[in-house]
């Protein structure tokens, strides 16, 4: 249209002209209000296309009430899991018109994650996903009494607000499982820091699926989540020779313990099998390939973002306290059967 060649930017009534429709019908479509047929939706979001319009994000903030900003507070984005599911967060944030502001505390406790999800709320946003997976964080997030919509991810404290999280007891489980299917009488253990809920749910899956069988489960090694902390428990674990199977609390510890491992000359998996936790992008190309358990930080992210955005548009919405994604189990080469 001629105005648009102009080169001045288009206009609402550009696009309903175009359309044939009213500005109003236009606004609804930008909204994603009711009342417009499908066939008029198409034909109006072809003539913004035509015409490159660009709605006006501060005017459409101002006509839905809202900020279309979501927050999201988070603690070490140096770790894979947490910087994982903010990427994932981001991203359908993202698909569903909203901006993220991401706010990182840098103490794990109590006071740190509440000053954050204050920070947020005096910013306007319309909701918050906060990664809060430390025991010390217990209680933050209860009676804020500010109004704005929370949902916590990956660990968060049953009953403060909705979580969506991975479920680490099933992932840990479907790890010690595939060990004692091969035929190993139990399964070791190195654990993740005492203080991180997910070590803690990670620990118990491990501990339950031998005691289903009627198995005790032999003491943990701690570790905390690097590959240092696994190197040294590998090097206590490969004068142990009664030892056949471990389950590793995350895959960078795995990595540590098979580094040990090779130079104990400890063979991998004929003499010692392993499984991690995480299925992180390097996890493939160890040697050998990390058998492991993978999390679909995409799926949370989607999974949070979908249940946050119930909340701010619908008021009458009453989420569940708990959703759970199911992990999965990666299979390599890093673990087989006992040698005889």
Do not use: C, K
């Not at 070490?76 to 967060?89: E, F, K, M, R, W």
């Not at 500010?146 to 991810?153: D, E, K, L, Q, S």
């Not at 090779?262 to 390939?289: N, T």
């Amino acid at each position: 249209m001629a105005e648009a060649r102009s080169g001045r930017s288009a206009t609402l009534a550009d696009v309903a002209r175009l359309a044939g429709v009213s500005a109003m019908t236009v606004s609804r479509v930008l909204n994603d209000r009711g009342n417009v047929s499908a066939s008029t939706r198409i034909r109006v979001q072809r003539a913004m296309d035509q015409v490159r319009y660009r709605p006006n994000a501060m005017a459409r903030s101002l006509a839905l009430g809202r900020s279309q900003t979501l927050g999201v507070v988070t603690f070490d984005t140096a770790q894979y899991g947490p910087g994982s599911a903010v990427l994932g967060i981001e991203r359908a944030a993202r698909e569903r018109g909203y901006g993220v502001t991401i706010t990182v505390i840098e103490r794990p406790d109590h006071d740190a994650l509440r000053s954050a999800v204050l920070s947020l709320d005096d910013r306007m946003v319309d909701g918050m996903v906060v990664i809060a997976p430390f025991a010390a964080m217990a209680g933050a997030l209860r009676d804020l009494g500010r109004g704005t919509p929370i949902v916590a991810a990956e660990a968060g404290h049953q009953g403060e607000v909705p979580i969506v999280g991975i479920d680490q007891g099933l992932g840990a489980r479907l790890a010690t499982r595939h060990l004692l299917e091969f035929g190993h009488r139990t399964v070791h253990h190195i654990s993740g820091p005492a203080d991180w809920i997910e070590s803690r749910l990670r620990s118990d899956g491990w501990r339950a699926e031998p005691g289903d069988r009627g198995v005790t489960a032999p003491p943990a090694l701690d570790g905390d989540w690097t590959a240092q902390s696994g190197y040294e428990a590998g090097m206590r674990l490969a004068d142990d020779g009664s030892v056949t199977a471990v389950f590793v609390a995350n895959d960078q510890m795995a990595l540590g313990l098979l580094h040990a491992l090779h130079e104990r000359g400890v063979r991998v998996p004929q003499d010692m099998s392993v499984v991690g936790f995480d299925d992180i992008p390097e996890s493939a190309y160890f040697l050998p390939s990390l058998s492991t358990v993978r999390q679909d930080f995409a799926r949370l992210g989607a999974v949070a973002v979908e249940l946050l955005d119930r909340l701010v548009t619908d008021d009458d919405f009453v989420a569940d306290d708990r959703l759970l994604i199911e992990p999965s189990l990666v299979v390599r080469e890093s673990a087989g059967p006992p040698s005889p």
